[in-house]
């Protein structure tokens, strides 16, 4: 019980996507017209949102805690091996085209 309290306290205090992600105007895109997110400026990060068991979340977090890892690095492990593995499966990759930020001091 000491155990799941300490992760319930580790959980709380711990940010998913660190500090560098800080929401300002220039940092707000739109993913899709049902999901806005936030990204880095140079666009390798984004905070996202999802919805999960309860049962799942607690051992994510009791993973991380017990190894010695970040919640985000536990899960991004866990996307990258499914996409991975789906991808093996379908016997090609997935290529997700993005728009490049422009500078602004080439638009102004």
Same mark, same amino acid.
């Given at each position: 019980?000491?155990?799941?309290?300490?992760?319930?306290?580790?959980?709380?205090?711990?940010?998913?996507?660190?500090?560098?992600?800080?929401?300002?105007?220039?940092?707000?895109?739109?993913?899709?017209?049902?999901?806005?997110? &936030?990204?880095?400026?140079?666009?390798?990060?984004?905070?996202?949102?999802? $919805?999960? *068991? %309860?049962?799942?979340? /607690?051992?994510?977090?009791?993973?991380?805690?017990?190894?010695?890892?970040?919640?985000?690095?536990?899960?991004?492990?866990?996307?990258?091996?499914? &996409?991975?593995?789906?991808?093996?499966?379908?016997?090609?990759?997935?290529? $997700?085209? *993005? %728009?490049?930020?422009? /500078?602004?001091?080439?638009?102004?």
């Amino acid at each position: 019980m000491a155990t799941k309290r300490r992760i319930e306290n580790i959980a709380n205090d711990v940010d998913l996507t660190g500090a560098f992600l800080k929401k300002t105007e220039k940092d707000q895109t739109v993913n899709n017209t049902k999901n806005p997110g &936030i990204t880095t400026p140079d666009g390798s990060w984004v905070r996202a949102t999802f $919805i999960c *068991s %309860k049962e799942l979340v /607690d051992k994510i977090k009791f993973i991380a805690e017990e190894e010695n890892f970040s919640i985000r690095e536990v899960v991004e492990k866990s996307f990258s091996n499914t &996409i991975s593995r789906y991808e093996a499966k379908k016997g090609k990759k997935i290529v $997700i085209k *993005s %728009k490049k930020r422009k /500078d602004i001091d080439s638009i102004i």
